[in-house]
Structure formats: structure tokens, C-alpha cells
């Protein structure tokens, strides 16, 4: 079974770098895209960043710059480091994976982890 498990939130101060984990178990990662998503209170899901199964990776403008996607095939995880923190990136912070092309469209994942909640205090 496809099982992917997000770790790393808590809370942080605002200017802060965490670095968020999703561990992957059932697959492997060059077949799979992977893509980091976040909800924050009242808003809707939406897509920050992700990487194809030979390395290509994509970031929405709201975190080009500031957050950073890699990977460790060794151990299946893939990481989110997230640089230069604001309070508007409080949000539960989720990883997904697909085996349709790359995409920061979260229709086309079909494995999700549970949500790591991030929380930026100013």
C-alpha cells in the first residue's frame, strides 16, 4: 500500500526555517511525482510546490525563493524546507504523490499523508 506520512511543524517564529519530512512507503520515487500542499484556516487546499520522479521540481510564486523540495531515495522521504517564514504561511502543511505527471494541481494526486500543521507567530 501507497502510505506517505508528512513530520517537522510545530511552532515557529516568523523569519524562521523548519523542515518538513514525508515518508513514503508502498512506492518508489522515480515513478512518482510528489507534491507538498497547505491549507490554512478558512481557505482552501492549494498546491506550494512539487517534484517529478526525475528531479524537476515547481514552486508557486507564493514560496519561489523561500522554500526548497529534495530528496532522499536512500530513505524514501522527501523534504520541504521552508526558509524566511511569514505568518501567512500558518497552515496544515500536507504531502501527496501521483503517478500521472507533475503537477501543483491537487485533483491529480491520489495519495495523500495526514497534515503536519505549521504555526508562524509574528
Known amino acids: 500500500d501507497v502510505q506517505l506520512q508528512a513530520s517537522g511543524g510545530g511552532l515557529v517564529q516568523a523569519g524562521g526555517s523548519p523542515r518538513l519530512s514525508c515518508a513514503a512507503s508502498g512506492f518508489t520515487f522515480d515513478d512518482y511525482a510528489i507534491g507538498w500542499f497547505r491549507q490554512a484556516p478558512g481557505k482552501e487546499r492549494e498546491g506550494i510546490s512539487c517534484?517529478?520522479?526525475?528531479?524537476?521540481?515547481y514552486y508557486a510564486d507564493s514560496v519561489q525563493g523561500r522554500f526548497t523540495m529534495s530528496s532522499d531515495n536512500a530513505k524514501n522521504t522527501v523534504y520541504l524546507q521552508m526558509n524566511s517564514l511569514k505568518p501567512e504561511d500558518t497552515a496544515i502543511y500536507f504531502c501527496?504523490?501521483?503517478?500521472?505527471?507533475?503537477?501543483?494541481?491537487?485533483?491529480?494526486?491520489?495519495?495523500w499523508g495526514q497534515g503536519t500543521l505549521v504555526t508562524v507567530s509574528s
Open positions: 501527496a504523490a501521483t503517478r500521472a505527471v507533475m503537477s501543483n494541481n491537487l485533483q491529480s494526486y491520489e495519495y
Open positions: 517534484v517529478s520522479g526525475i528531479g524537476d521540481t
